[in-house]
């Protein structure tokens, strides 16, 4: 599907271009008349004739600044669509059930994978929290007890008389 949309402002931007020239025109006559003016009231008067005339001119070559702006910029906007599925695939024969199983094998072993890596990331903080130290206190205890063992034997070899050899 193909939009394509614009709006020609070739008439609308000559007709300002003529417009500005002749109210450029009209603007040189003012000043014309304005040198001639010998009173101060035929002056004002012609000042303030200038003054709107200068002020259109203005307004009429800001809207061609506008066009010319718009028509130098574009906007173009494309959408991409996929076409539309033509064929129609078999969902009943072998081979696709086969697939399928498969397919469903393979999302229940990633399943049991990832169940198994969350229950073991849950539990390592209980692991390291709990066993941990328990682990470290059995370790004190059995080596203060070999201590104690050695200890123990050291002062009854001690009370024992030294066998004399002849």
Known sequence: QDKITGQDVTEEFYDLEARIKAKRALEAQFMEIMKQA?????????????AEVRT???????????????????????TLASPALLVNTNTTGFFYQVRRAFG???????GITLFLIQAI????????LIFLPLGLLVRYL????????????LVQDEDQPIPQTR
Do not use: C, F, K
Not at 56 to 78: A, K, N
Not at 121 to 128: E, K, N, T, V
Not at 145 to 152: D, E, I, K, T, W
């Open 104 to 110: 469903n094998g393979v999302d229940i072993a990633a």
């Open 121 to 128: 990331l849950a539990l390592l903080p209980i692991a390291i």
């Open 142 to 153: 059995v080596r203060r007890n070999r201590r104690l063992q050695l200890a123990r034997s």
């Open 56 to 78: 259109e001119i203005e307004r009429l070559e800001g809207r061609r600044r506008y066009l010319e702006d718009q028509s130098s910029l574009s906007t173009i906007t494309v």
């Open 38 to 50: 010998h009173t101060v009231t035929d002056a004002l008067q012609v000042q303030t004739q200038l």
